[in-house]
């Protein structure tokens, strides 16, 4: 038996049992640090495999910062623009800001890093110019591009946990923009500014724009009111659905734990015992509808560990289901504390919180922002799955409209309704060499 880790921020965090090592795609062996190793002398490896990681990256800089001189010139690399996600994927705001770049500015060099091996590189090289992740051409785009552009931090660099960690050692003079991946509510450490180093943080809402600002140390410029680029493809359905969306994030105690521990936690137990119930099934059955369970990412290791002989519950897995997909194609959305619930009210859909045990996701999980969820949430808070049950049969039943209350927060919390978020992006980072 052997495990497999990845490591993030300096610390393992996740861990699973692995029964055939072959299966590991080198790719992901570098791009989110992993390594196997038995069970006996996890830190001694840890340290090994990240020293390796680190002497990798950094002789793959200098050599790129030395290529770079002769063919800085070249035309691929004059004004350069690189854009990406996490490296593996194109679901988020990068893909959409990489998408109105070829639609609207088609002069501009613009490339977008992904894996070989995504599963949504085809649909970006339709749009444009790809450069394989981790690929020496990334090294060299890294270092000669003149705006970098990602929705996570660090997320256009060739290791993010290395330039995270010694990224401000390297002389660097481009503009770098985090796109943000979502909405902020939760007081994020690593978001803060002596954590970072940004030219531009998007921001979605004023609340999150004014909680942003006073506590998270940026300096005046860095914060923008542009709004996720993503909402720009956000559409409500004409027509219903039938599909009910049930998306819980994940937990900080689930980095690293094997599958067993997993089924023995309450998370596991309550979601499963939900996609199992009575009341669940007979809701559904009388009004023709499926429930779509799509968990957070960090949680689809697990995706296996649910089960239901419920016909009318679909488990939906990361390579066949695009989260906006989902969001747009289903009526209702059943969370507990995702993020994803703004892309939900930002279509004005209605939605109930699932919350069994808030004190414990505080404990173990994000600080508590500015975002109460009794005060400022769009949907109501459901402590038991027959609370859900009621709530969304209340929904079915009265043509899926929230309730005035929620509405009026949804209407008031974002600073845009539109379909301009692009473009404010792409206006606000021109404007960064002014």
Known sequence: MYYKYII??????????????????NHFLLRYNFFVISKNGEKKMYKLKRLFIYIRVFILTVAAVAVSLFVKRRPEYRDL????????????????????????????????????????KAKVEQLGTVVPY????????????????????????????????????????????????????????????????????????????EFIDK??????????????????????????????????TWRSAQRSIDKSTFMQSDYFKNYNDFLNSRALATLLEEFDYE???????????????????????????????????????????ITDYSSVFFDYAY????????????????????????????????????????????NLRRFLENGLQPDSLYLNRMNTFFKFNDTENCRRNYEAICRLYD
């Open 134 to 209: 981790g690929s020496f051409r990334h090294y060299l785009c890294f270092i000669l591009a003149k705006y970098k552009v990602s929705t996570h931090i660090d997320g256009y660099s060739p290791d993010i946990l290395f330039f995270n960690k010694f990224g401000r050692f390297f002389p660097d003079k481009a503009k770098k923009v985090f796109l943000q991946h979502g909405i902020i509510k939760d007081d994020l450490a690593f978001c803060h500014a002596d954590n970072t180093n940004i030219d531009m943080f998007v921001c979605s809402a004023v609340p999150e724009y």
């Open 215 to 248: 506590h998270f140390g940026y300096k005046k410029g860095v914060l923008q009111l542009t709004g996720l680029c993503r909402y720009d493809n956000l559409k409500k359905q004409e027509q219903p659905t039938h599909k009910l969306l049930f998306m819980p």
């Open 347 to 390: 279509m004005r859909k209605p939605m109930v919180y699932y919350q069994y045990n808030e004190a414990e996701f505080r404990e173990g999980h994000y600080k508590q922002g500015y975002f109460e969820y009794e005060l400022d949430g769009f949907g109501p808070i459901a402590a038991t799955q027959d609370a859900v049950v009621e």
């Open 8 to 25: 993030l921020k300096n610390s393992v965090v996740f861990r699973y049992a692995l029964q055939d090592v072959s299966k590991l795609d």
């Open 291 to 333: 429930l779509i369970f799509y968990p957070h990412f960090e949680v689809h290791r697990f995706l296996d560990c649910f089960e239901t002989d419920n016909a009318r519950v679909k488990i939906a897995d990361f390579k066949n289901n695009d989260v906006q997909d989902l969001l747009i194609n289903s009526d209702v959305l």
């Open 81 to 120: 623009w690189i854009v990406s996600e996490r490296g593996t994927e194109a679901r988020d705001n990068g893909y959409h800001f990489f998408k109105f770049l070829r639609r609207e500015h088609p002069e501009l060099n613009a490339v977008y890093i992904i894996a070989q091996h995504s599963p949504d």
